[in-house]
């Protein structure tokens, strides 16, 4: 018992996974996936979970 509060949390962040479709930006993941990391750029300013750059969804 008690499980129905926490499945319903897994439910809405699986469905929201799914079907809202989130900004890919696929040159920058295969130049992630092939070790090419720019030198001069802060990991900060591209990480939107970073402090200052949160964009909440609407």
Do not use: W
């Amino acid at each position: 018992m008690g499980r129905g509060r926490a499945k319903a949390k897994q439910t809405k962040v699986a469905r929201d996974l799914k079907y809202n479709s989130q900004e890919m930006d696929l040159d920058r993941l295969a130049k992630e996936l092939h070790g090419e990391d720019p030198a001069n750029k802060s990991r900060d300013d591209e990480d939107p979970f970073a402090e200052g750059n949160y964009i909440p969804r609407a």
